[in-house]
């Protein structure tokens, strides 16, 4: 079975500085790996994606993550946090095992931004 | 534009009552999902489906039912049958290969009066 934990609920960081969001997984095959962002009573929105290609996944508004096998992390990173970065961020797994492309999410982690 | 549109926005259920959440998707892709997501979580699989006139229960199916009668459209009706039916309802839609990616609707937020 595959799962997913965000190790921090909620962040807090200043605007301008480097944002950190950490993810890990199980999985029993080669999984993809998701980070997606809510926007409060919004749908959610692909940041990026890792499917066993480079293991450094650029994805959209300055957001990047490192998939580490060895670690059984995909975490989320950005050099310089904007007021528009303040939302809700969900890692997520799927498993070549999973039929149906199923998805199993993180809890989230809810990100605040201070001026 | 191409997309996944949900409606209502909001959705308000009297005891008793059945109530239909509307998705539709002009993606042209084969697979579609429900999602709920309650307050400070996660979201959780309630059905799915990979082709048209085919579905399975996801992993909270119980008082929900769905069909698939079109490629672009798949309702979900919360039946009475859901006690706790208050949280927020997702939709999505991939092209249906395995680990494609998920495109998500802006989701309808259901509330008990």
């Known amino acids: 079975a595959q799962s997913v934990t965000q190790l921090d609920s909620h962040v807090s960081v200043s605007e301008g500085t480097p944002v950190l969001l950490r993810c890990n997984y199980s999985s029993s095959y080669s999984p993809s790996l998701f980070w997606y962002v809510q926007h409060p009573n919004k749908g959610l929105q692909l940041l990026l994606k890792?499917?066993?290609?480079?293991?450094l996944v650029k994805g959209i508004n300055g957001f990047e993550a490192e998939f580490k096998k060895s670690e059984t992390s995909f975490h989320l990173t950005k050099p310089s946090a904007h007021m528009s970065d303040a939302a809700e961020y969900f890692c997520v797994v799927s498993d070549r095992g999973a039929a149906g492309n199923k998805l199993t999410f993180g809890g989230g982690t809810r990100v605040l931004v201070k001026p | 534009d191409g997309g996944i549109t949900q409606s209502p926005k909001y959705l308000f259920r009297k005891e008793g009552q059945n109530v239909t959440l509307s998705c539709e998707q002009n993606?042209?892709?084969?697979?579609m999902y429900w999602y709920r997501q309650d307050p400070g979580q996660g979201l959780r699989l309630i059905y799915y489906s990979q082709i048209v006139n085919d579905f399975q229960k996801g992993d909270i199916a119980e008082g929900y039912s769905v069909s698939r009668e079109k490629k672009e459209s798949f309702p979900l009706t919360v039946t009475s049958a859901q006690k706790n039916p208050t949280a927020f309802y997702l939709c999505a839609s991939s092209m249906g290969q395995m680990r494609e990616t998920q495109y998500f609707g802006p989701g309808t937020r259901l509330l008990v009066l």
């Open positions: 993606l042209n892709h084969d697979a």
């Open positions: 890792y499917t066993s290609a480079a293991t």
